[in-house]
């Protein structure tokens, strides 16, 4: 596996991968403290063009709104075939009804029974501070990859890109 690490300003390729890996995905996995531990919770991240944020919705009165309260810094996983991203940020709640009825869908709809302007749907904007991400070329040839490395005993057997990239402020890791 290849890993890039830089200390040259923001790069936009790289922005552009995270935007890519997150596009093909919808479903993630978002983390946050709760009670001193680490909890996983699967998320819809709503369709919009990744610029550093992630938005969810959520009811008001769920439990990750209260850890999110108390420990602002959470964790944001996605996975899929041939790549995977693990985005380091802070959330926040936010109610801006306007904001809800832009991002407002029928996937919102499914799972919360208010609508935009309902006072128990609220927003979740995760700010990116970093993304690292691992890109391979798929499941298959990952696994070709793995056992011909331990047949031939050749070492570490190439999986594809690892990098980790600065989303606020910034620097390229």
């Known amino acids: 596996m ?5 200390t040259a300003g923001r790069d936009p ?3 552009a991968t995270v935007r ?3 596009g093909d995905q ?3 996995m978002l983390t946050s403290v709760h009670q001193g531990a680490l909890v996983s919770r699967p998320m819809a991240v709503q369709d919009v063009e990744f610029d550093g944020d992630l938005w969810f919705f959520s009811q008001a009165d769920a439990a990750k709104i209260d850890d999110i309260a108390s420990e602002p810094h959470v964790n944001v996983a996605f996975s899929g075939d041939d790549a995977w991203l693990s985005i ?3 959330a926040q709640l936010v109610r801006d009804v306007e904001k ?3 991002l407002w869908n029928t996937a919102a709809s ?4 208010g609508g935009p302007e309902d006072d128990e749907v609220v927003l979740l904007r995760v700010q990116g501070l970093t993304a690292e991400y691992w890109q391979g070329p798929g499941r298959v040839a990952t696994v070709l990859a793995l056992v011909k490395s331990a047949v031939q005993r050749d070492g570490r057997p190439d999986v594809g ?3 980790t990239v600065r989303l606020e402020g910034g620097t390229h890791l």
Do not use: F, P, Q
């Not at 290849?2 to 830089?6: A, I, K, L, R, V």
């Not at 499914?110 to 029974?113: D, F, G, Q, R, V």
């Open 13 to 15: 390729e790289a922005v």
């Open 110 to 113: 499914a799972w919360l029974e």
């Open 88 to 90: 380091n940020g802070t």
């Open 100 to 102: 809800k009825k832009e």
């Open 2 to 6: 290849t890993h890039h690490d830089s």
């Open 20 to 22: 890519e890996i997150i």
């Open 26 to 28: 919808r479903i993630c």
């Open 161 to 163: 890109d690892n990098e």
